[in-house]
């Protein structure tokens, strides 16, 4: 490995600065990702091209001294490939022809096979780790069986998730066989993609902060632990990092660091000093610039890398990311500017 910086940030051992990668660093915001999803057709044409998911993972790479890699996919892989139908409609995002709305639709799911349905994700794994040779970590990464559940439920995207939150509250034991059934789904899809290549492991809770304290710790903290258990209890993967993210749920943070998990994701709505000191050192701690800062100027941007750089204070164990993905209109020289400041400023001697 070329560049470790990122694992060994992960394990809490010390680097020479601080690594950083971004959520969505692969998108829209490119013109060569725009020129790469016009020659694909659709957007999950180029998902399911190994070749073309490669290109366009590499593809900051070339602009950016990013220190990791993350797999071009969908977090909706796993529903899709447990036949609901996913496709996207232009402007609209994703949608599913058959949702999961009853106990026969429960009964009927089964945990796909990663090298069947989801052939074409581990080839992309294969085909982006061969690609890389060594150059920096390659991420593999799937959505949580919270925010799956929310899309299969729901049929499509929400801004509050109406009929997955009825289901929980009318009808929780048909909520927690679907929940099961999706984290070990999760749990195959990612021990499979270690055995591809993944160096790391994340795990995107993106509508976990859509809960309740007691509903989130039923619903979706139970089955992120679920995971952790399952891949630190198989000698294959005990030893493959696994990073969190469930965003908006700064509130349960002791709770997500017990789970087994070696890092958390945190979001811009807490301090990296606060969060840093509620783990308590568990575990390594990957964040945390608003998104939104990418539009300020290159010295504003330096200015928030630095207060998030002090925030976090001495010693190993901080991966800087952003507290969410990279929006499309994001100008290319912003993350320049973002990923030049970061090791700038927290190179060591």
Not at 300 to 314: C, F, K, M, P, T
Request: with cysteine.
């Amino acid at each position: 490995m070329q560049n470790d910086r990122f694992l060994r940030a992960l394990r809490r051992e010390p680097v020479d600065a601080t690594p950083v990668w971004l959520m969505r660093q692969a998108g829209r915001y490119l013109p060569e990702y725009r020129a790469t999803r016009a020659k694909a057709g659709s957007f999950m044409a180029l998902c399911t091209n190994p070749e073309l998911a490669c290109e366009v993972t590499l593809q900051p790479l070339e602009r950016f001294a990013l220190d990791a890699a993350i797999l071009f996919s969908d977090i909706l892989t796993i529903p899709d490939a447990m036949g609901l139908g996913l496709h996207f409609a232009d402007g609209e995002g994703p949608k599913f022809r058959n949702p999961v709305r009853s106990e026969a639709d429960v009964a009927r799911l089964g945990v796909p096979d990663p090298e069947g349905e989801l052939r074409y994700v581990m080839d992309a794994v294969r085909t982006i780790r061969a690609a890389l040779g060594g150059r920096v970590p390659l991420i593999g990464f799937s959505g949580s069986p919270w925010t799956l559940a929310c899309y299969m439920v729901e049929g499509e995207g929400s801004s509050n998730f109406a009929r997955p939150k009825s289901m929980l509250w009318n009808e929780p034991a048909l909520m927690h066989r679907l929940l099961d059934t999706v984290a070990r789904s999760v749990s195959t899809y990612l021990a499979a993609q270690a055995a591809a290549g993944a160096q790391a492991l994340m795990v995107f809770d993106t509508w976990g902060g859509l809960l309740a304290p007691a509903q989130f710790r039923e619903f979706s903290l139970r089955y992120l632990a679920q995971i952790a258990a399952t891949l630190k209890a198989d000698a294959a993967t005990r030893d493959v990092p696994l990073i969190l993210f469930s965003k908006g749920a700064n509130g349960h943070l002791e709770a997500l660091a017990a789970t087994g998990c070696d890092a958390l994701g945190v979001d811009w709505t807490i301090s990296l000093g606060d969060a840093r000191a509620r783990v308590g050192g568990k575990v390594a701690l990957q964040g945390n610039l608003d998104p939104a800062a990418l539009h300020a100027s290159p010295e504003a941007i330096e200015a928030e890398v630095g207060a998030a750089l002090a925030s976090y204070g001495d010693g190993p164990g901080h991966v800087f990311n952003l507290g969410h993905g990279i929006t499309p209109d994001v100008r290319p020289e912003r993350v320049a500017a973002l990923v030049d400041a970061v090791h700038r400023l927290s190179a060591r001697g």
